[in-house]
């Protein structure tokens, strides 16, 4: 639980049970939620596959990855396996970040979807024996946030009218090659007297992020407000929210949201885990706007660009050291005024 008299977000609660019967209730909520915070919870419970072992599972992975020996874990380094990182170790403070020397507070692990999948040849991708170890858990977590996915994509899709040959998922299908992946956190405690954000601001550069953390840290400064408030994790929910692609994919009217993980107020920043699955649209997407006419229309010189550039992009202004100055719009979409 946060601690009394912190700003917290009050996000929109969506029932992926209802959103799957196509409730319209649930699918207008989920539609305002899109629009105004680009962030809700998605409560999982009362679905007819189980799917709380699943998360216990994940999270014991988190675990066992982030207790190997830091030697073991760069033999799976990021940037030497994979050019648009979709799988391997990124260590301790190679991004640009809060902490001293504009350093994060983090180390990731990312998996990816293809190769547990089994999709586009990719499940020789190479990895360390625990991940085979946790092989069945992370094709059923695949194969849930699949279902949670394909439900909030078609009732958003229904919601905005957008023809059935060209919707969110055309460009999202369950079953093809995609960037998606699946992303373990380890953020690393900091002394009192060192506090910083380990996280820097940003959105995320995919479609849909589904986060699931048992620990705050989380804040996020929704797109119309100039405070940032703390996320509350929920039990059975996960945390939902939308990545650059579905802005793009609709001219800015479903927003991304900003967010970054820090310590409490006047508290020491714990060790916290968390893991997410981002999903991103298929790489040949061309990310502009669909045929709606809700979405504003796009600036004709704007250059458009396939979801397989964009990532790219995205990337180099998240490294430290292939970082351009006045290239924070990247990682921020746009929004320079940021609050501290
Ligand atoms: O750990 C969290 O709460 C947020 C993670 C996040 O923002 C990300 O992985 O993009
Ligand atoms: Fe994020």
Redesign the pocket.
């Known amino acids: 639980m946060l601690p009394h008299g912190l700003p917290i977000a009050q996000l929109q609660t969506v029932r992926l049970d209802l959103l799957r019967e196509c409730n319209s209730n649930e699918a207008q909520r989920l539609l305002e939620a899109c629009q105004r915070d680009g962030f809700f919870y998605l409560d999982i419970r009362n679905v007819d596959v189980d799917f709380t072992g699943v998360l216990d599972r994940m999270y014991e992975l988190c675990r066992e990855i982030y207790s190997l020996p830091l030697d073991d874990k760069l033999l799976y380094d990021v940037d030497k396996l994979s050019s648009l990182k979709l799988n391997g170790y990124k260590p301790l403070g190679r991004n640009f970040g809060g902490l001293p020397g504009k350093k994060d507070g983090f180390e990731t692990y990312t998996i990816p979807k293809d190769g547990v999948m089994g999709l586009d040849c990719q499940d020789a991708f190479l990895r360390p024996p625990v991940v085979d170890r946790f092989m069945d858990a992370l094709q059923d977590f695949a194969r849930f946030i699949s279902i949670a996915t394909t439900s909030t994509l078609n009732s958003l899709s229904t919601s905005l009218e957008l023809p059935q040959e060209e919707n969110f998922m055309t460009y999202h299908r369950p079953s093809a090659a995609s960037p998606d992946i699946i992303?373990l956190?380890k953020y690393h405690a900091q002394p009192l007297e060192e506090r910083g954000v380990l996280?820097t601001p940003?959105t995320?550069l995919g479609s849909l992020?589904f986060?699931f953390?048992r620990q705050p840290?989380?804040q996020i400064l929704a797109p119309d407000s100039d405070q940032w408030t703390w996320v509350e994790p929920k039990e059975g929910c996960a945390i939902v929210n939308l990545g650059d692609g579905m802005s793009l994919l609709t001219n800015g009217f479903l927003r991304s949201c900003l967010?970054r993980?820090g310590p409490l107020p006047d508290e020491a920043m714990p060790t916290r885990y968390?893991f997410?699955y981002l999903v991103r649209a298929e790489d040949q997407t061309p990310m502009t706007g669909l045929k709606c006419p809700l979405f504003p229309p796009l600036d004709p010189g704007k250059k458009v660009f396939t979801s397989g550039e964009w990532l790219k992009q995205k990337f180099q202004a998240v490294r430290l050291n292939t970082r351009k100055e006045n290239e924070d719009w990247i990682l921020t979409g746009n929004r320079d005024d940021l609050p501290a």
């Open positions: 992303r956190l996280h940003h995320d992020t986060l953390t840290g989380l967010h993980v968390s997410a």
